[in-house]
């Protein structure tokens, strides 16, 4: 069986959140899904858990960081296709996050772009080629 990874995330409006997250192509897991918390499905394998912030303090004892003025985690999510890169970054922004908040990276065998959600968590998402990445690794590797 795979492994699942569910990624918690603080909001401060959970309807707004659940909305971002529904343009970004995720769709809302019913079950796992009440007024405080809301499981959003990206694939088999990948969950967000948007959860209020009194939901999120009763899995920690410490404070809540305001992820618009600090950075704990930085979240990638790898996409098909360059052009998958560049649509789900677009559709951040249309849903009100913040594109490329970081620089683009494109390296030919990687692209990589990044948004911020409505609550400043920060996302990349990128493609990359891997047998062109292990190419240009094993060249750098005999230099």
Known sequence: MSK????NLPVRDLSRSIA??????????????????????????IHVMLLTHDKFRQFTPKTIA?????T???ICMSADSR???????ARAGAAGGVIDPGPKQDYGFMYGRSFEDLDGHIWEVMWMDVEAAKEAM????TA
């Open 4 to 7: 699942l990874i569910f990624i």
């Open 20 to 45: 971002f997250y529904e343009a970004l192509g995720a769709r809302k897991n019913e079950q796992f899904t009440d007024h405080t918390a809301a499981c959003m499905v990206f694939s088999e394998t």
């Open 66 to 70: 305001d992820a618009r003025e600090t």
């Open 72 to 74: 704990e985690v930085l």
């Open 83 to 89: 052009d998958a890169v560049d649509d789900m970054t």
């Open 138 to 141: 094993g060249e750098l590797a």
